[in-house]
């Protein structure tokens, strides 16, 4: 079979396989795994021959493709690999991850085909009535937050510049003091977050943590008038989020 | 338990025709900012039954359906909300300008993966797509389709995302159990193994 490449935007490594699995008409769960392992590298090479960026994690799946294909052709039962289970197709793994691929692939069509909104239907586009009944809820401007902040950098006091503080504090454990801070009260004024802070880096850090959580959409931000005092609340939702805790039931968390 | 204060008592006729109230309710959801509720609906119109108003709205919804109209009564997102008729599309598109709302392969897949597996961590997402979804993810916090539900109690303690209210109304969804549903994993088992099935983490739906 030749290595005629048409070439498509691959979402990922297992798109591009299952792209490849249609289109020489085999099932997902038995895979001629030397076929689909030639073809696969003779795609990245294309791709790389056109200078597309082809992200690590298409390498990465290149080297599983050539790891199963070796271990296809060893003898059954004579597998003493350590990471082996015993008379295990070693494409069981690959098999699993792109048939549940294939499902939310298949899920997503469907809902591209809903009636979306702003595509196939569409609302009155009136005026925002919070515009109309609630004039005392702004979002309030980077800018503002900015001044905000640097208000509160002015008032640290003027004498610690060469203190040298211990406690190091991350954004994220930051992230996590702010929303039980904010879940345990209605709101709290900007300034009063940081009333108890004394270093600079600490003001820096509980900034960005704020940032951070208005950026996942945790807390709000507003105020009532341009201006006016800037106040901070956990978003709608998140009182009940302890509740919803998933507590790590033995699958691995892959960081980042 | 309903407040009267005399104004609203004056506004409540004794006898409310269901000519009228069907009226008010069509007012109602033509001035309302996004879905309404028909609990929202008979605290307005006091003096009416859950049951009435329901009754009420499936009446205007049936006759904008049959008599072919441009505006239609959808059941969306926990409430009724009039949205155009799908089949007039290109002329609204028309009449507003701007560009046309493309969804791309990566957001519907990502989108798909939180709607059915929440609440769901990022690191959980790129192992089921193969890739990483940092872009998607700030993508669609901005667009309020996703949000941070909670935090997963591992190391890291990463947060877990679910669809908010504007997802279902993008889609048009009634609630999150009317998502199509998912293949089932059944058709997952390896027919060349013999009596040995898959490990699946999770077969449940939500």
Redesign the interface.
């Known amino acids: 079979m030749s290595t005629r490449v048409q070439l498509e935007i691959f979402e990922g490594p297992l798109d591009l396989l299952l792209h490849l699995i249609k289109k020489n008409e085999i099932s997902i769960t038995d895979i001629p795994i030397a076929a689909i392992t030639e073809q696969y590298l003779a795609t990245l090479e294309v791709m790389q021959s056109l200078n597309l960026d082809v992200a690590g994690e298409f390498l990465v799946m290149a080297a599983t493709l050539v790891h199963i294909k070796s271990r296809m052709l060893l003898p059954a039962g004579d597998d003493t690999t350590e990471d082996d289970e015993d008379g295990e197709d070693p494409r069981e793994e690959l098999i699993r991850r792109l048939l549940e691929y294939q499902r939310f692939k298949d899920a997503a069509e469907q809902l591209g085909q809903r009636e979306i909104l702003a595509r196939d239907v569409f609302i009155r586009s009136g005026t925002p009535l919070e515009e109309v009944t609630v004039p005392n809820l702004r979002e309030v401007s980077v800018f503002e937050l900015l001044t905000a902040l640097r208000r509160v950098l002015e008032r640290l006091p003027k004498d610690n510049v060469h203190e040298v503080t211990l406690d190091k504090i991350t954004v994220r454990e930051k992230m996590t003091l702010l929303l039980d801070r904010l879940r345990g009260s209605a709101q709290v004024l900007f300034e009063s977050l940081f009333s108890d802070i004394k270093s600079r880096m600490e003001v820096v850090v509980t900034f960005l943590a704020m940032l951070e959580l208005v950026k996942v959409r945790a807390i709000r931000i507003f105020q009532d008038e341009s201006g006016g005092p800037i106040q901070i609340e956990a978003a709608a939702g998140m009182d009940e989020a302890p509740a919803v805790l998933v507590t790590a039931d033995g699958e691995e968390d892959h960081g980042t | 338990m309903k407040r009267p204060p005399c104004w609203s008592r004056r506004m409540a006729r004794k006898i409310m025709e269901r000519e009228d109230v069907r009226s008010i309710v069509e007012s109602l959801l033509?001035?309302a900012?996004g879905p309404l509720t028909l609990q929202r609906i008979q605290e307005v119109i006091e003096g009416t039954s859950k049951e009435e108003i329901r009754s009420v709205v499936m009446e205007l919804q049936n006759e904008l359906e049959s008599n072919r109209r441009g505006v239609?009564l959808?059941e969306v997102a926990g409430g009724f909300?009039?949205?155009?008729?799908?089949g007039n599309?290109d002329w609204?598109k028309k009449f507003?300008g701007g560009r046309?709302?493309?969804?791309s392969?990566?957001t519907?897949?990502t989108?798909?993966?939180i709607?059915?597996r929440q609440?769901i961590?990022?690191?959980?997402i790129?192992?089921?797509?193969?890739?990483?979804v940092d872009g998607v993810i700030?993508t669609l916090?901005e667009r309020?389709l996703i949000?941070?539900?909670?935090?997963?109690?591992?190391?890291?303690?990463?947060?877990?995302y679910g669809t908010t209210q504007q997802f279902l109304?993008?889609?048009?969804?009634k609630d999150l159990t009317h998502?199509?549903t998912?293949?089932e994993?059944e058709?997952?088992t390896?027919?060349?193994?013999p009596g040995e099935e898959?490990?699946?983490?999770s077969t449940e739906e939500c």
């Open positions: 033509f001035v900012d239609r959808v909300q009039m949205r155009t008729a799908k599309a609204v507003l046309p709302a493309r969804m392969r990566a519907l897949e989108l798909a993966i709607a059915y609440p961590t990022k690191a959980e790129e192992a089921i797509r193969g890739v990483d700030s916090l309020e949000r941070a539900v909670a935090r997963k109690d591992v190391p890291g303690r990463p947060f877990l109304e993008l889609f048009n969804l998502l199509p998912l293949k994993m058709e997952i390896l027919p060349e193994i898959i490990p699946v983490e």
